[in-house]
């Protein structure tokens, strides 16, 4: 367990408003990411982040923007919210070099676009 | 384009018996394969994996059998009880300049029946 908190757990938000999730971490890692998970799709990688300061696109990325500025907090922006973006979103750690390869999950956060 | 597959949504079984879960995959570049086990409303938490390098991994009641030449990976679990009711994902693993992604299956939901 890489005590990783999500927060809001659970948000409704109206369509076109900006919406930002926090994700924070207190092992240090230094790999972090976002994730959607949709029915029939499993999860989906949204962005990631190697480092404060660097992060990369995933395969869901458009509409979605991310920020690190500090080892523990990694945020995902809804920039202008869509229908579409209603999801359940995981945020996951990573350690660094030598760590093992495996990815810790946060518990969530059900979104609701209306 | 899907890289990695669960085709079986659900698999009820009776307690007691054997739990098979499978998975495919097309890139041959994957270095690692992970399964995860998803309870509602929490997050994945990891299970079992296994290095390409490898064609069987046990821990406990959980067994991960690798076949390359397939590009599949079935998961085995013996005796299956009913806290094993839960959706699991397979995961495939690749490095990127240093940073590790996965793909998911969509899931497969396991119950297991008394």
């Known amino acids: 367990d890489a005590g990783i908190t999500q927060s809001p757990r659970h948000k409704v938000t109206e369509t076109g408003t900006p919406v930002t999730l926090r994700c924070h971490q207190t092992?240090?890692?230094?790999?972090m990411y976002w994730y959607r998970q949709d029915p029939g799709h499993g999860l989906r990688l949204i962005h990631y982040s190697y480092g404060v300061k660097d992060t990369d696109k995933g395969e869901v990325s458009d509409g979605y923007s991310v920020s690190r500025s500090k080892t523990e907090d990694f945020l995902l922006t809804l920039e202008s919210a869509t229908s579409s973006q209603t999801s359940v979103y995981f945020c996951a750690t990573r350690g660094g070099l030598g760590a093992k390869n495996i990815q810790y999950f946060g518990a969530g956060t059900r979104l609701s676009v209306l | 384009d899907q890289q990695v597959k669960q085709n079986s949504p659900s698999l009820s079984v009776q307690e007691g018996r054997i739990s098979i879960l499978n998975c495919d995959y097309t890139?041959?570049?994957?270095?690692?394969f992970l399964w995860y086990k998803k309870y509602p409303a929490e997050g994945p938490t990891f299970l079992i994996s296994i290095s390409s390098i490898k064609d069987k991994n046990e821990d406990g009641r959980f067994t991960v059998f690798l076949n390359k030449s397939a590009k599949h990976l079935s998961l085995h679990i013996v005796p299956s009880q009913p806290g094993d009711s839960a959706v699991y994902f397979c995961?495939?693993?690749?490095?990127?300049?240093?940073?590790?992604?996965?793909?998911f299956g969509q899931g497969t939901r396991l119950t297991i029946n008394p």
């Open positions: 995961a495939a693993s690749s490095l990127i300049q240093g940073a590790q992604k996965l793909v």
């Open positions: 890139n041959s570049m994957f270095d690692y």
């Open positions: 092992e240090n890692h230094r790999y």
